[in-house]
């Protein structure tokens, strides 16, 4: 799947959610493989509506079994790292914070990247539901088999400063 | 119209605007007259997805024509006041922030009320479009005919500070 396919996929699920976007805003679509190469398995499809020096507003979309890896929002220059609220609008999505492992979760990693996965405190979230993630906590989220979109309420986005846990991916 | 009448027709709205939410979310949505007892045509519904010290997200309703009052976000102890995105989800939204007047508006103030509406920039808003109004800038906004949906992304609500142009409004 090239990045154009990912795009038109992407304005796919906006449409089974109902979710409107304008002309502008689907050019912009942000389509990220994270470096990996691996887009179906391993990715993040990112509209940012607003990203100001006091919030940010973005929507996302995860293809049916789509990954997007362990990662944390550091501290920066002595600011909290980003806090931030995922809404699920539509599908599914299995959300793994730090904390009590789940015993039996519903997702595995990517194949090969094990490693990479540390923490196992699973959320699981529906159409409706949401859970707002600490700042500068490991976090990795799963969509189930039918994709899912969500919105991501949070604190100012400075995605560059983010530190995923496998060091091989690329922001 | 009752507070009961008017949360059922909220959530009305948010079918109609394919927006899922939680029972206990249902529970506790605000309906809001300002104390002026005019619901149907002055007031607000709100959901606070959630109001963290560092942003807010809550989802609007509108209902046909109705309109929420002048008011601005102040400075709060030397806090910039609130910034906030407002961005139209379902139905049509008509904004009006401080600027140049728009020429022949497409909204009148509630009746008996045109003293305490004085800004007249028109923005309009439909599906997919947003807006973002600077802190402790004058706004109001009234919905079309069908009514509104709309999504709020904002630095963090402090309502009880909320200046209000009309002096007899309650928040």
Known sequence: ???KQAKNKTLDYFKKAKIKITKSE???IEITDLGLGRLEEIGLQILTYVNTDRYCAKEMVLFP???CPEHRHPEIDGEPGKQET????????FLYVEGNPTPSPNCSPPEGNKDHYTVWNEIVLDPGEQYTISPDTKHWFQSGKDGAVISEFSSTSKD???VFTNPNIER
């Open 160 to 162: 560059k400063y983010d």
């Open 1 to 3: 799947m090239n990045k």
């Open 26 to 28: 689907m050019e912009r």
């Open 86 to 93: 995922f809404r699920c609008r539509w599908g599914k999505v």
């Open 65 to 67: 079994g789509q990954t």
